[in-house]
């Protein structure tokens, strides 16, 4: 993605610098709608950036959020092993 795309509407977004690259902005896009709570992301996540969140309005009651957003590098592995397609990162 480059970093002149937007994210549609349907999805949620966090702020946050670039660790390592304070001057370089962050932004990530969760559609929570997509997520059915497989916790890919957490477990892929070199930086801990995903964390799960308990939920009832979920099939499995679990839904992933973020937890820190300062702390993405922007390696992308999150959104490239998403098989929901919930995770959009610029």
């Not at 962050?26 to 995903?50: D, L």
Request: aromatic residues 10%; charged residues 30%; negative net charge.
């Amino acid at each position: 993605m480059s970093e002149q795309e937007k994210l549609p509407d349907y999805y949620q977004a966090w702020q946050g610098k670039r660790k390592g690259k304070e001057d370089e902005d962050v932004t990530i896009g969760f559609w929570y709608e997509a997520c059915k709570g497989c916790g890919i992301c957490v477990s892929m996540c070199p930086q801990k950036v995903w964390k799960m969140d308990k939920t009832l309005d979920k099939w499995n009651g679990t839904v992933v959020t973020v937890d820190n957003p300062n702390q993405c590098t922007k390696c992308m592995i999150c959104e490239m092993h998403c098989p929901d397609f919930a995770i959009k990162i610029i």
